[in-house]
């Protein structure tokens, strides 16, 4: 079993800078892919960023092209989220997730374990 915990989340005014981040704990050898979803209020949950084991491989959202990064540190078995320019529109719940299969996925379903979220709000 895979344990995830964000960290970082919380109120940030329009423009501005955020970083979040996400270790991993118990049988983190079975991850590959990790990455970041975020929901909104009475939205269905939506896929930001994925990083594969290394950094060569990544894949962004449309939406947050150009002003998230996503980095990833497997010696703390750690991924973050790096968010600059924030809109309004990022105002939701951040999820990190992990995947075990090698490939980079952005459907809710093909992720294998959650952590809990962490709120973020872009206040305008």
């Known amino acids: 079993q895979v344990q995830l915990v964000e960290s970082g989340g919380g109120l940030v005014q329009a423009g501005g800078s955020l970083s979040l981040s996400c270790a991993a704990s118990?049988?983190?050898?079975?991850?590959?892919?990790m990455g970041w979803f975020r929901q909104a209020p009475g939205k269905e949950r939506e896929f930001v960023a994925a990083?594969?084991?290394?950094?060569?491989?990544?894949y962004y959202a449309d939406s947050v092209k150009g002003r998230f990064t996503i980095s990833r540190d497997n010696s703390k078995n750690t991924v973050y989220l790096q968010m600059i320019s924030l809109k309004s529109e990022d105002t939701a719940i951040y999820y990190c997730?992990?995947?075990?299969?090698?490939?980079?996925?952005?459907?809710?379903?093909?992720?294998?374990?959650w952590g809990q979220g962490t709120q973020v709000t872009v206040s305008s």
């Open positions: 118990g049988r983190t050898g079975v991850i590959s892919v």
């Open positions: 990083h594969g084991y290394t950094s060569s491989t990544k």
């Open positions: 997730a992990a995947r075990m299969a090698w490939s980079i996925a952005t459907d809710t379903h093909e992720y294998d374990y």
